[in-house]
Each structure stands twice: as structure tokens, then as C-alpha cells.
């Protein structure tokens, strides 16, 4: 089975705080993904990667980045979290132009 | 770009009722997902079915590309189906196996 796993399922900081937020896929997948889930605004892409170092802004890449310095991992990155940053973080990995799997999300909340 | 709308956005059934979600595209596809996010904000995958019917215990759907639609079945629904039932598209050109969410549908099944 394919597994995704995400560093923390609830998470809580302070405003200016850099925060990373890590995924891991043990499928030798190309491609992974970063969403995040509001209430009423659906899922929306942040960043994409479909490959190692590679990667591609999203819908929504503003006051985020990414690093994929090995294929089966993949980091956002706050730079410097702020409140309008609190949301689900869903990540997400697929193998090229194929059927996508989740992780089980992070909840963050930034003060 | 192609559009991906759920209907309906909410519904209530008691348990052991039958139900049909649908999802519809604005545009041919080559692969449709369907997800149900559990209570605890994870998707999980429970179709894969770019044309054709799939079953998989009580679940079933069924994707009509040329009509650009696709149905999910729950027959004797239970309580434990209760959360949020998403179909995804891929965006168009498969940008890197991409997907366009549809809104949801949120399933309540009361005991």
C-alpha cells in the first residue's frame, strides 16, 4: 500500500515563527504536492514537484517554499507564519500524471 | 480551465439508505479520482476510474467520460460513511498530473 506521511498532525506557533512543515512517500512516486484546506475555499494547490529539485508554483505559492532535496521527501516551508496561514495542510504524492494519495494533513495554527 | 462541480453540497440519510453523489466536468478527462475525507481531515482514495463502473463493497461509481460525469453509489449507508466526498479531475494537458477538486459533497448518515 501506498503510505504518506506528514511530520505532525497538529501543530501550533507565533507569528514570525519559521515553520516547516515535512511529507513523506514511500512509493518512489515523481510527484508530490502541497494543498491547503480552508473552509469554503476547498483544496488548493500551494506548490507542486515532479522531481527531485524541481519544483513549480501552484495556485496559492505566496508566503510559501518548497525543497525536494530527496525524491521521497518533500518540506514547505512559512518563511515567517502569519495568522492568515492557520489551515489544514494536506500533502500529497502521485506517480507521473497518475492517481494522487494524501497524507493524513496537518493542522496548523499560528498566534 | 475545466470546471468540476458536486452535487448535492449536502446530504442527510439515516442508516441503511442508498445515495448517489455526482460529479460533473466541464471538459474530456482521461482519469477521475474520487476521495472521502474521514472526520480527522485525511482523503482517502476510494476510486480511481477513468471511464466504466468500479465496486468495492458497498461503494460503487461509475464515470461516463463522453458525458462528462461520474456517479459514487453508497448502498446501506453507515454512520462511519459520514464526511466529506470529493471528486478531482486532472487539470488540462495533465499539467504534471494536476487536479481540479470539486466542492465536496458532506454526507451526514444519523443513526
Known amino acids: 500500500d501506498v503510505k504518506v506521511t506528514q511530520s505532525s498532525r497538529y501543530l501550533v506557533k507565533r507569528t514570525g515563527e519559521k515553520v516547516f512543515l515535512e511529507c513523506v512517500q514511500d512509493?518512489?512516486?515523481?510527484?508530490m504536492f502541497w494543498y491547503r484546506q480552508d473552509p469554503g475555499l476547498g483544496l488548493r494547490l500551494i506548490y507542486f514537484?515532479?522531481?527531485?529539485?524541481?519544483?513549480e508554483k501552484g495556485d496559492i505559492p505566496e508566503g510559501y517554499s518548497v525543497s525536494r532535496e530527496k525524491k521521497e521527501r518533500f518540506s514547505l516551508i512559512l518563511e515567517s507564519a502569519s495568522t492568515n496561514q492557520t489551515s489544514m495542510y494536506l500533502c500529497?504524492?502521485?506517480?507521473?500524471?497518475?492517481?494522487?494519495?494524501f497524507g493524513p494533513g496537518t493542522r496548523l495554527t499560528v498566534l | 480551465g475545466i470546471q468540476v462541480e458536486q452535487s448535492p453540497p449536502d446530504l442527510i440519510l439515516q442508516e441503511g439508505a442508498n445515495s448517489t453523489l455526482r460529479c460533473n466536468f466541464s471538459?474530456?478527462?482521461?482519469?477521475l479520482q474520487w476521495f472521502h475525507q474521514n472526520p480527522w481531515g485525511q482523503l482517502i482514495n476510494l476510486f480511481y476510474?477513468?471511464?466504466g463502473t468500479k465496486q468495492n463493497g458497498r461503494l460503487s461509481a461509475t464515470t461516463v467520460a463522453t458525458e462528462r460525469y461520474s456517479l459514487l453509489y453508497i448502498s446501506s449507508s453507515q454512520t462511519t460513511d459520514s464526511g466529506v466526498y470529493f471528486c478531482?479531475?486532472?487539470?488540462?494537458?495533465?499539467?504534471?498530473?494536476?487536479?481540479?477538486f470539486g466542492q465536496g459533497t458532506e454526507l451526514s448518515v444519523k443513526p
Open positions: 500529497a504524492s502521485s506517480p507521473r500524471t497518475n492517481e494522487q494519495f
Open positions: 512509493m518512489d512516486h515523481e510527484n
Open positions: 514537484s515532479y522531481d527531485v529539485k524541481m519544483k
Open positions: 471538459d474530456s478527462v482521461n482519469n
Open positions: 476510474i477513468p471511464s
Open positions: 478531482a479531475a486532472p487539470r488540462p494537458q495533465n499539467q504534471g498530473g494536476k487536479l481540479i
